[in-house]
């Protein structure tokens, strides 16, 4: 009996000894569990899963050139994955830029070049209409279908009256060249301008002169098919200031849709036909400048 009873306090003392030991090995063991399976952020190495980001532009749902470039755009990998849809938001253009600098429910807008915005919001340095939109065929009258034939040089075209919306930028671009502009607020005032022969013609891009012309069908108006004028101009996307991660995907995949032809596929839908009916290749050139694009800016 004295036998056992030395025996069971040997065994005591020997888990007395023992016990610390396991405890500190079990601190230094970490507790497996679902969450702690997931890869830590802060480790470089650490793969995070693509994460469904919403880019909102400006305006209503709606399914044009720049939304579908938009959308080809964000569909290259990126490490995000983009859903695009409309902001709702349909306002003045200059509100809605200060808008998406805001962070206001407003991701991205197109426009044209110019150094004020350059300076004060994110350009996607890529020019989404090829400089199309600074070549300019013009509107006239039927009772004058003439108007601009033999019309060669600016000095020549001084002697007559364009008109253009008043806040367009193509506005100051025309006056800075020296030609003489009448102005509206109202593009149906515009037509109606041209109709009584208060202006003597009515240029607008040549990417877009069929379809507003169908878009305000007046009978007594006619595309003039003798002049083209020609200024540098781009037109770009552009994202708040500070979201350079939206912007660098944006470039990256309309590089990639240059690349691979999806780009030139796009364009040739919707403005190829509109082009080649213009026959843009018989028609005198004028060169006006730009003072409003700033130097370095990419054209092609």
């Not at 997931?38 to 939304?67: C, E, K, L, W």
């Not at 020296?178 to 109202?186: E, I, R, W, Y």
């Amino acid at each position: 009996m004295l036998r056992n009873y030395l025996g069971r306090w040997a065994l005591l003392w020997l888990l007395l000894a023992v016990l610390p030991a396991l405890s500190a090995h079990a601190s230094q063991v970490k507790t497996s569990r679902p969450g702690d399976l997931q890869p830590d952020a802060t480790q470089p190495n650490a793969t995070q899963p693509n994460q469904r980001q919403t880019v909102y532009y400006g305006g209503y749902q709606r399914q044009d050139y720049y939304i579908e470039l938009l959308q080809l755009a964000l569909s290259y990998p990126s490490g995000k994955d983009y859903q695009l849809k409309a902001s709702g938001l349909d306002l003045p253009k200059q509100r809605a830029f200060d808008l998406m600098n805001a962070g206001g429910g407003i991701d991205v807008l197109f426009g044209s070049v110019n150094a004020d915005r350059l300076t004060r919001y994110r350009g996607v340095a890529f020019p989404l209409l090829r400089g199309y939109n600074g070549w300019r065929v013009a509107l006239v009258n039927r009772n004058t279908p003439d108007m601009l034939r033999g019309i060669h040089s600016k000095q020549h075209l001084r002697r007559l009256t364009a008109g253009q919306f008043l806040t367009w930028s193509d506005t100051q671009i025309l006056r800075s060249n020296g030609l003489t502009v009448a102005t509206s607020t109202n593009i149906n005032g515009l037509y109606g301008m041209l109709q009584r022969g208060r202006i003597d013609y009515f240029p607008l891009s040549v990417l877009e002169v069929a379809e507003e012309l169908a878009k305000y069908p007046h009978p007594q108006l006619m595309i003039d098919p003798h002049l083209l004028l020609i200024y540098p101009t781009a037109t770009w996307f552009y994202v708040a200031k500070d979201n350079e991660t939206l912007a660098t995907a944006l470039l990256q995949g309309l590089q990639q849709a240059e690349r691979d032809g999806s780009f030139d596929r796009l364009f040739q839908r919707y403005f190829g036909a509109a082009l080649k009916q213009l026959k843009l290749e018989s028609r005198s050139r004028i060169l006006l400048d730009n003072p409003q694009l700033p130097a370095a800016t990419e054209l092609k």
